[in-house]
Each structure stands twice: as structure tokens, then as C-alpha cells.
Nanobody, 129 residues
């Protein structure tokens, strides 16, 4: 069973930066898509950025493009989300998720059009002065 553990959330002022980490264990394949999703109070969960563990291809939603960068370290089985120029509207619980093994379609994952294999427990990000 693939397990995901997020870390790195916290309180940051507008314009600041945070780096989230998603550590994966129990991988049974070198082909997954792993992505970051967020859910703000009273809103639906939405995709933020997704990456293929196989070839490193990425997909990032328009609202954070140019500010957020997803990356991976396959040796550490860890996916990162570097978040810069944070805005109050980025406040949310950020979740890490993985597809079922063998599925690496990052855009389909980030637009939530395919089934997910695993979710992390989430990490809170608050952007406020």
C-alpha cells in the first residue's frame, strides 16, 4: 500500500515562500503520477500541480503557474512543491496524492479525471499578514 506523508506547511506572510514535501513509501512501480491538491474552507478540492515519476513531465494549473514549481527526487521517493509569491487566496489544506501504479498522465490527474490510488493526510498553509 502506497503511503504519502506531507510536510512543510505553516503560516507565511503574503509574498513569502514555502516548500512542501511529499514522502512516498510502499511504491511498487517506477511509474506513477504524484500531485498536489488543495482545499480551502468552503471550497472543493482542486488540483495544483502534478508530476510523472517516470519522465518528470509536469502539469500546473493556471492560477499558480509561474509561482509554484513541482519537482521530484526519485532517490528519496519525494515530491516537492515550491511555492513563491504566496497570496492569501493560496490559504488551504494541501494534499499529496498518487495515481494507481502505471498511470502517469499528469494533466488528467491534476484535473481529477482519473481514479487516485492514495492520499496523504494534508498540511495546512496559511497566507496572512
Amino acid at each position: 500500500q502506497l503511503q504519502l506523508v506531507e510536510s512543510g506547511g505553516g503560516l507565511v506572510q503574503p509574498g513569502g515562500s514555502l516548500r512542501l514535501s511529499c514522502a512516498a513509501s510502499g511504491l511498487t512501480s517506477d511509474r506513477y503520477a504524484i500531485g498536489w491538491f488543495r482545499q480551502a474552507p468552503g471550497k472543493e478540492r482542486e488540483g495544483v500541480s502534478c508530476i510523472s515519476t517516470h519522465d518528470g513531465s509536469t502539469y500546473t494549473v493556471h492560477s499558480v503557474k509561474g509561482r509554484f514549481t513541482i519537482s521530484r527526487d526519485n532517490a528519496k521517493n519525494t515530491v516537492y512543491l515550491q511555492m513563491n509569491s504566496l497570496k492569501p487566496e493560496d490559504t488551504a489544506v494541501y494534499y499529496c496524492a498518487a495515481t494507481l501504479p502505471g498511470i502517469t498522465t499528469v494533466q488528467s490527474m491534476c484535473t481529477m479525471r482519473i481514479p487516485f490510488g492514495s492520499w496523504g493526510q494534508g498540511t495546512q498553509v496559511v497566507v496572512s499578514s
